[in-house]
């Protein structure tokens, strides 16, 4: 049974630094790409980042909106994935979500129904 469980969100101002931790199992956590997704209010889940590990080398991938302020990573020994976000803006607000993750057609979509709690990140201006 797949479980993600999502922690490290909280309250930051603007230009502030949280990290993000996703804790994984149920599945073959090696094999899998892993990806970060957000929803905010009012708004549809959209895709932040993705994670893909092969041959002993880490590929990442990224939103335009965050490229150069977030940093995906992943412990495969831990079966963790994270994300490092610096620089955060207000609309950087919303719940953030991992999941097992594949692309297609140059976009990303989760590989499973099941999503955890989230947790919220909140960017006061």
């Known amino acids: 049974q797949v479980q993600l469980v999502e922690s490290g969100g909280g309250l930051v101002q603007a230009g502030g630094s949280l990290r993000l931790s996703c804790a994984a199992s149920?599945?073959?956590?090696?094999?899998?790409?892993m990806g970060w997704f957000r929803q905010a209010p009012g708004k549809e889940r959209e895709f932040v980042a993705a994670?893909?590990?092969?041959?002993?080398?880490?590929?990442?991938y990224y939103a335009d909106s965050v490229k150069g302020r977030f940093t995906i990573s992943r412990d495969n020994a831990k079966n963790m994935v994270y994300l490092q976000m610096n620089s955060l803006k207000p609309e950087d607000t919303a719940v953030y979500y991992c999941?097992?993750?594949?692309?297609?057609?140059?976009?990303?979509?989760?590989?499973?129904?099941?999503w955890g709690q989230g947790t919220q990140v909140t960017v006061s201006s």
């Open positions: 149920g599945f073959t956590f090696t094999s899998a790409t």
């Open positions: 994670i893909t590990w092969s041959g002993g080398i880490y590929y990442a």
């Open positions: 999941n097992v993750v594949r692309t297609q057609g140059g976009s990303w979509y989760a590989l499973t129904d099941y």
